[in-house]
């Protein structure tokens, strides 16, 4: 813990991602391109929390001369085993955070990726700590929202920025 904890006093930025899985249908108009639908996302649980570990996305900070997007691309791909490409990110927006360790900032990005790509995300991905990834469907993560297994910090940048509804898809509005 001290090593995670010295890394982040030096670090100056750290990103997290939100990674949609979609998948392409085919639109009704043939003169159209096909239809991008959100089937989920991907998430990681460190296990090092043991019962307390909560769901959360992937993320860390930055190494040393690394821009906010290609510290969001290698984190992704130590947590999850997916590698995204620069153009599939999207940044969200960023904000000033102050913990016990510093001060830095902290963008939020978005990174699309086909559901057929799935196949990629490896649950003994090369994370030197002990995080999972996983899929979850809409639903899925409303659930652990609901049940307090999504980390709240993360899901109120998500509500913040519009990523998600508050409270579900089917139940806009409501705070969870």
């Not at 899985?21 to 043939?30: A, I, M, Q, T």
């Not at 130590?78 to 927006?93: A, I, K, P, Y």
């Not at 409303?142 to 920025?161: C, I, N, Q, T, W």
Request: contains cysteine; charged residues 30%.
């Amino acid at each position: 813990m001290l090593e995670r904890t010295a890394a982040c006093e030096r670090s100056t930025l750290a990103s997290l991602v939100l990674v949609r899985v979609h998948e392409l249908v085919s639109n009704p108009d043939p003169d159209e391109p096909r239809l991008q639908v959100l089937k989920g996302y991907v998430f990681v649980i460190d296990q090092a929390f043991g019962a307390n570990a909560v769901y959360k996305l992937a993320g860390g900070h930055e190494q040393t001369g690394e821009s906010p997007l290609r510290t969001a691309q290698r984190e992704l791909k130590e947590e999850t085993n997916l590698r995204v490409s620069w153009h599939d990110f999207r940044e969200c927006g960023k904000w000033l955070e102050t913990r016990e360790y510093g001060t830095h900032w902290k963008y939020l990005f978005t990174a699309d990726v086909d559901v057929r790509k799935l196949h990629w995300v490896d649950k003994r991905a090369k994370s030197k700590r002990q995080e999972k990834p996983k899929f979850c469907t809409v639903d899925e993560f409303y659930a652990l929202v609901r049940s307090g297994k999504f980390m709240p910090d993360h899901y109120k940048k998500l509500v913040e920025y519009a990523l998600v509804l508050p409270g579900g898809r089917d139940k806009p509005g409501r705070d969870s």
